[in-house]
Antibody
């Protein structure tokens, strides 16, 4: 059974770079897209972007230019970096596996436990 | 970007009641490219339904999903008989196009 465990700095100052890592345990790393999703406190979910085992990435245009997702296949880990953060980037950040049966895109399952990142001066 | 609008915003029901949640897409998803998630406070979302009507592994059969018509814009999640553990926030998510988007959520609360 695949499990995702994530970690990273929880408190940042404006203009700093958010950095999170997600490790994949118990399942195949290849053949899937691995995704980051965020949720501001008390609000809904926003898809940030994704990467597959070959390093191919797709990003949400709303964040493009600030976001970078990378992977370390030797460790089965994916990483998220978001630059020039502001208070609007305060959110719980989740990693998740994207699965599909047909079509180009899919649903998210399972999810990591989430990491609260707060941006405050 | 496809916008998903969920209704109602809040559903006040009692255990044993039937819950009907709707999710409308701003444009066709082209197929049944819709998933539903349940989220409880302090927890990550949990996948309930994918492909509009397929239950995820381990999801009880009181949860069912459907799509209306052939335009792939209106979808419904039904909980046939609410159990105490079903009171939560429910989100729909489309994967017909990128960026993937979510609805704003429907909170199912105890009446």
């Amino acid at each position: 059974q695949v499990q995702l465990q994530q970690w990273g700095a929880g408190l940042l100052k404006p203009s700093e770079t958010l950095s999170l890592t997600c490790a994949v345990y118990g399942g195949s790393f290849s053949g899937y897209y691995w995704t980051w999703i965020r949720q501001p406190p008390g609000k809904g979910l926003e898809w940030i972007g994704e990467i597959n085992h070959s390093g191919s990435t797709n990003y949400n245009p709303s964040l493009k230019g600030r976001v970078n997702i990378s992977l370390d296949t030797s460790k089965n880990q994916i990483s998220l970096k978001l630059s020039s953060v502001t208070a609007a980037d305060t959110a719980v950040y989740y990693c998740a596996r994207e699965a599909n049966d047909y079509g180009d895109f899919g649903w998210f399952d399972p999810w990591g436990q989430g990491t609260l990142v707060t941006v405050s001066s | 970007e496809i916008v998903l609008t969920q209704s109602p915003g809040t559903l006040s029901l009692s255990p044993g009641d039937r819950a009907t949640l709707s999710c409308r897409a701003s444009q066709s998803l082209s197929s049944s490219y819709l998933a539903w998630y349940q989220q409880k406070p302090g927890q990550a979302p949990r996948l309930l339904i994918y492909g509009a009507s397929s239950r995820a592994t381990g999801i009880p059969d009181r949860f069912s999903g459907s799509g209306s018509g052939t335009d792939f814009t209106l979808f419904t999640l039904t909980i046939s008989r609410l159990e105490p553990e079903d009171f939560a926030v429910y989100y729909c998510q489309q994967y017909g196009s990128s960026p993937r988007t979510f609805g704003q959520g429907t909170k199912v609360e105890t009446k």
